[in-house]
C-alpha cells in the first residue's frame, strides 16, 4: 500500500519565522520525492524536488530527505504571509511513474 | 516560460453526460498525467501516459474514463456518464521524462456533476 502522512494542520508561525513541515512515505525503496504549494481553488506548483539523503536549499527553502527513516520535510525560512497555502508531499513509488499526494499541511503565517 | 495550459476551466453537466476535459501539455514533454482532487481532499492520480499509450492507471480510472492525443499538442480526459462523484478539480501534468521528473500542473477543469 503506497501512502504518504502529513500532519494536516493548520500550521500556524508568525511572519519571519522557520515553519517546518514534514512527510513520511511507506516504500522504504522510493526515490523521488518533491513538495508543492497549493493556493485555495488553484493547482499543485513546484517549489523543489529532493532525491538524494540529506539536505537542498532553494533560497528560503530546505527540504530534508532520511531515506532510512522514510521522511522528508520541508524547512521556510524568514515565512512570509504569501506562503500561506497547503503544502504537498509527493512521492514517486519505486513500482510507479505517478505522484502519490500526502493531504497536504496547511500553513497560516500571521503578520 | 512554458506552462500547461487546460480547457474549459469550469464545466457543469447533467448525471449521466458525456464530458471532455481538455490539456495542451509542455511542448517537449513526453509523459502526461491526469490527476483529480475532490474538494477538501487530496489530489488522487487518474492516470499516465507516453508513446501514445496508457502507461499506468489507478483504481479510479475504470470503463467511463478514456484518454487521448488526438493531435500533436493536445491531451483529453473522457468521462462518458458522468456521476454525481465525478465532482472535482482536474489537473493535467506534464513531464520531460518518467520517474524522476518533476511533473508540472496545469490550471484545472473544476467539473461540477448535477
Known amino acids: 500500500q503506497k501512502e504518504v502522512e502529513q500532519n494536516s494542520g493548520p500550521l500556524s508561525v508568525p511572519e519571519g519565522a522557520i515553519a517546518s513541515l514534514n512527510c513520511t512515505y511507506s516504500?522504504?525503496?522510493?526515490?523521488?520525492f518533491f513538495w508543492y504549494r497549493q493556493y485555495s481553488g488553484k493547482s499543485p506548483e513546484l517549489i523543489m524536488s529532493i532525491y538524494s539523503n540529506g539536505d537542498k536549499e532553494d533560497g528560503r527553502f530546505t527540504a530534508q530527505l532520511n531515506k532510512a527513516s522514510q521522511y522528508v520535510s520541508l524547512l521556510i525560512r524568514d515565512s512570509q504571509p504569501s506562503d500561506s497555502a497547503t503544502y504537498l508531499c509527493a512521492v514517486i513509488f519505486s513500482n510507479g511513474q505517478n505522484f502519490v499526494f500526502g493531504p497536504g499541511t496547511r500553513l497560516s503565517v500571521l503578520p | 516560460e512554458p506552462e500547461v495550459t487546460q480547457t474549459p476551466s469550469h464545466q457543469v453537466t447533467q448525471m449521466g453526460q458525456e464530458v471532455i476535459l481538455r490539456c495542451v501539455p509542455i511542448s517537449n514533454h513526453l509523459y502526461f498525467y491526469w490527476y483529480r482532487q475532490i474538494l477538501g481532499q487530496k489530489v488522487e492520480f487518474l492516470v499516465s501516459f507516453y508513446n501514445n499509450e496508457i502507461s499506468e492507471k489507478s483504481e479510479i480510472f475504470d470503463d467511463q474514463f478514456s484518454v487521448e492525443r488526438p493531435d500533436g499538442s493536445n491531451f483529453t480526459l473522457k468521462i462518458r456518464s458522468t456521476k454525481l462523484e465525478d465532482s472535482a478539480m482536474y489537473f493535467c501534468?506534464?513531464?520531460?521524462?518518467?520517474?524522476?521528473?518533476?511533473?508540472?500542473f496545469g490550471p484545472g477543469t473544476r467539473l461540477l456533476v448535477l
Open positions: 516504500d522504504r525503496v522510493s526515490q523521488s
Open positions: 501534468a506534464s513531464s520531460e521524462g518518467g520517474t524522476k521528473e518533476t511533473q508540472y
